[in-house]
């Protein structure tokens, strides 16, 4: 049985955007999903951002997932780049892997290159999904996370940064890709193929 991970992103706080419903989505097919308060978020720390997710995440296996939004993407990656054990997929929204030119708090995050040949390995399903035009992180920047990842690339036309605030309160989307990793993983499970 999958288990689901919100991580949010600068900013922001579980009960904001789409993640309230695709928590609730997710429940009326029985799986459960945490939507992590990162501390501090409005000057979020790296460390702090890492161990709240430590403290939070018992069990990495095959049945894990996460989803990131923004900041909570690379939090996600460098959660996995430090405890080093696969997992099932993650759903990264608005990702980023460099320096945002417009957030320059947030270049402790992304000082160090992602190591993203090991991530390939650890995180058995990747998809980013990007807007094609969003003014906070740039397209460009996650694009190029997807490309690394040799993830599956999703671009939502008008989608901005996919905040509530631009009418996101939902974003199927994401459920969609989650639908997939999970059906892909219990056909590989029992063997059949999809």
């Given at each position: ?11 922001a ?27 501090n978020?409005g000057?979020?720390?790296l ?9 939070s ?37 608005a ?20 190591n ?8 058995r399903q ?11 992180i ?9 490309q ?18 631009e ?12 639908r ?15």
């Amino acid at each position: 049985m999958p288990t689901l991970y919100i991580i949010h992103g600068y900013d922001a706080a579980p009960s904001h955007h789409w993640f309230p419903w695709l928590q609730d989505q997710l429940a009326t097919i029985g799986v459960p999903c945490h939507i992590l308060a990162m501390p501090n978020s409005g000057q979020p720390d790296l460390n702090a951002w890492l161990t709240k997710i430590e403290q939070s995440v018992a069990v990495h296996d095959e049945d894990v997932y996460f989803v990131g939004h923004s900041l909570g993407c690379i939090t996600v990656l460098r959660h996995l780049e430090r405890i080093n054990q696969a997992i099932g997929g993650v759903v990264l929204v608005a990702g980023f892997a460099g320096a945002v030119p417009l957030l320059p708090q947030l270049d402790e995050f992304t000082a160090q290159p992602l190591n993203t040949a090991h991530l390939r390995q650890l995180i058995r399903q990747r998809s980013v999904i990007a807007a094609d035009n969003d003014a906070t992180i740039p397209f460009t920047l996650t694009k190029a996370l997807g490309q690394q990842l040799d993830a599956q690339f999703l671009i939502v036309k008008n989608g901005g940064h996919f905040l509530l605030g631009e009418g996101f309160d939902t974003l199927p989307v994401v459920l969609d890709e989650l639908r997939r990793m999970f059906e892909l993983a219990n056909a590989e499970t029992s063997g059949n193929t999809v």
